[in-house]
């Protein structure tokens, strides 16, 4: 008898994207919400707010964890 492992590759999506939307310093994926939904996000500093005040007044909540540098030519 053998056991089936579960595919990995959803998880494995799952991270990639996580990754993708944590080292996004230019905040891409907030905007193009925004131009979709026509919403309102908030920045905050992790773990100051309760998000769920955010979402309750139809607002996305956007975690702020550093500047990052930016290059300007």
Known sequence: M???LP????LE???ER???L???DSLSAVSARKERT?????GYMPIYV???L?????VMPVGIMGGGEVETA
């Open 2 to 4: 053998s056991s089936r």
């Open 7 to 10: 595919d990995k590759r959803p």
């Open 13 to 15: 999506r799952l991270v």
């Open 18 to 20: 996580a990754e993708e």
């Open 22 to 24: 944590y080292r996004d």
């Open 38 to 42: 026509g919403g309102k996000a908030v």
């Open 50 to 52: 309760p998000r769920e």
């Open 54 to 58: 955010l979402h309750a007044q139809g």
